[in-house]
């Protein structure tokens, strides 16, 4: 999932593309988020944070 959020795709297409739905993907995300320790900010993109975590290993 997080190599998927990497490519830029979003919610919407890694729904489309794994068969899922996107409430589905929403909470994987949510998850993966809380997982890296990424709190909800507004001034922060946490998408972009929990990729550069994912790049960085």
Known sequence: MLG???EGRSNQS???GLYVS???VGKH???I???LGL???EDTNRRVLAVLA???N
């Open 33 to 35: 988020l809380a997982k």
């Open 22 to 24: 996107e409430a589905a």
């Open 54 to 56: 994912y790049l960085r």
């Open 14 to 16: 890694i729904a489309r």
């Open 39 to 41: 709190p909800p900010d």
């Open 29 to 31: 995300v949510g998850s």
């Open 4 to 6: 998927l959020i990497a």
